[in-house]
């Protein structure tokens, strides 16, 4: 038997086999009440996922990538009379920068390098500046580098001045802590394939109960315009377009798997346990992070490349291994590659990658 391939890279993961086979439970039209039951039944799980947004945060799911939740978070509640500040470390946060200004919402920019941690005095500074600000644009864990940004500490900074967070949990949602109300959260961006375990296809957001009961008087978007999908989601549970049926049987049965593992708390100390294995197994072989150690999530580390081993030897000689690493972004592309702890992994599959990453940087047998 052929070894399946291990997806190391930042979603799509490797699927368990209870979540493909729920891929193909049967044709399903999306205008029957057993698929609305279902997408109903998908809004209530995500809402369940953290305890502190239970009640208070509803879900809509939308058919796109996870640009596509976070593109419509922002077209449907940043608004249209205020300010929004983006603080951005990385692709990601920049990416945000760009929706705002295509949907042409005010914004302000405050941009850091990618290494960088937020500065919380320039983000105080600037809200002390500017009185308009009445949301923060901000990404949770910034895939770029891995970095986990410090959102309690930057939500007290905007707390302080009544500031609400738009959220980019598209690579943290199910695996890193959320808060709600703590947070002075207003809205959440997730998707269906990164740390829920789910296929790519579908994507959610989270927003407080009470901002689905104001939607604008204008629409900024058809197909993005999230009060749409919140009033026949949360009415009779049709969506407004044609959603990925197969990719909801997926997300539907990923959820369960979630929760039965013992959710997002469970899945958190698993990825640490697999970061702290291969980060090991990388340190033993000379190859050292990116970023301090304690600056990582759970789900996501990046690495120097040694000295004279390009990223495309690297890929190339654990793809051959079954082994799908990811490479850096922009800036760092010649410089680091990624590897993500998500996705259906057993004992013996770390093993086989402990193993693959040792004969790729040439300390075991080829
Ligand atoms: C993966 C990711 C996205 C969305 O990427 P898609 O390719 O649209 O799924 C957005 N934000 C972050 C932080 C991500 O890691």
């Known amino acids: 038997m052929s070894e399946r391939t291990l997806l190391l890279n ?9 979540v493909r086979r729920a891929l193909v439970r049967g044709d399903w039209c999306h205008r029957e009440p057993e698929f609305a039951a279902l997408v109903r039944d998908i809004d209530a799980r995500l809402a369940a996922v953290y305890e502190d947004l239970a ?9 796109g990538s996870g640009t596509a939740a976070v593109e419509a978070m922002l077209a449907s509640f940043a608004p249209e009379d205020r300010i929004t500040l983006v603080v951005a470390n990385g692709v990601y946060g920049e990416r945000m920068a760009r929706m705002l200004e295509a949907h042409r919402r005010p914004n302000r920019v405050l941009g850091h390098g990618w ?15 500017d009185p308009a600000i009445s949301h923060i644009a901000v990404v949770h864990h910034e895939t770029t580098t891995g970095r986990l940004n410090d959102l309690a500490a930057l939500a007290r900074v905007a707390q302080a001045r009544g500031v609400q967070l738009l959220l980019d949990g598209v690579s943290s949602f199910g695996a890193e802590q959320i808060a709600g109300h703590g947070w002075n959260l207003a809205a959440v961006a997730g998707t269906a394939n990164k740390c829920l375990h789910g296929v790519a296809g579908l994507s959610f957001v989270l927003a407080r109960r009470e901002l689905w009961q104001r939607p604008p008087a204008r629409p900024a978007s058809v197909y993005f315009d999230l009060h749409a999908y919140h009033r026949t989601q949360h009415g009779e549970g049709f969506s407004p377009f044609t ?28 990825y640490r346990e697999r970061a702290a294995r291969l980060s090991a197994t990388l340190a033993a072989l000379g ?36 082994i799908v690493i ?12 990624r590897i993500a702890h998500m996705g259906d992994l057993a004992a013996a599959d770390l093993g086989r990658i402990e193993a693959a990453l040792r004969a790729a940087l040439g300390r075991g047998p080829a």
């Not at 979603?11 to 368990?16: D, F, H, I, Q, R």
């Not at 197969?246 to 469970?266: I, K, N, R």
């Not at 990582?296 to 654990?318: D, E, K, N, V």
């Open 10 to 18: 930042p979603g799509p993961v490797t699927l368990s086999e209870r």
């Open 55 to 63: 009640g208070r945060y509803e879900a809509v799911v939308l058919t």
């Open 115 to 129: 290494l960088e941690a937020v500065d919380l005095q320039r983000v105080e500074q600037a809200l002390a500046d």
């Open 243 to 270: 959603q990925a049926v197969q990719v909801a049987f997926a997300l539907h049965e990923a959820l369960a798997e979630h929760a039965d593992a013992g959710g997002w708390l469970a899945r958190r100390a698993c």
């Open 287 to 322: 190859v050292g992070t990116l970023l301090p150690p304690e600056a990582y999530s759970s789900i996501l580390w990046s690495y120097r490349l040694p000295p004279g081993m390009s990223y495309a030897g690297l890929h190339a000689a654990l793809k051959a291994r079954g």
């Open 326 to 337: 990811y490479a850096g972004q922009g800036q760092l592309a010649a410089d680091i590659f």
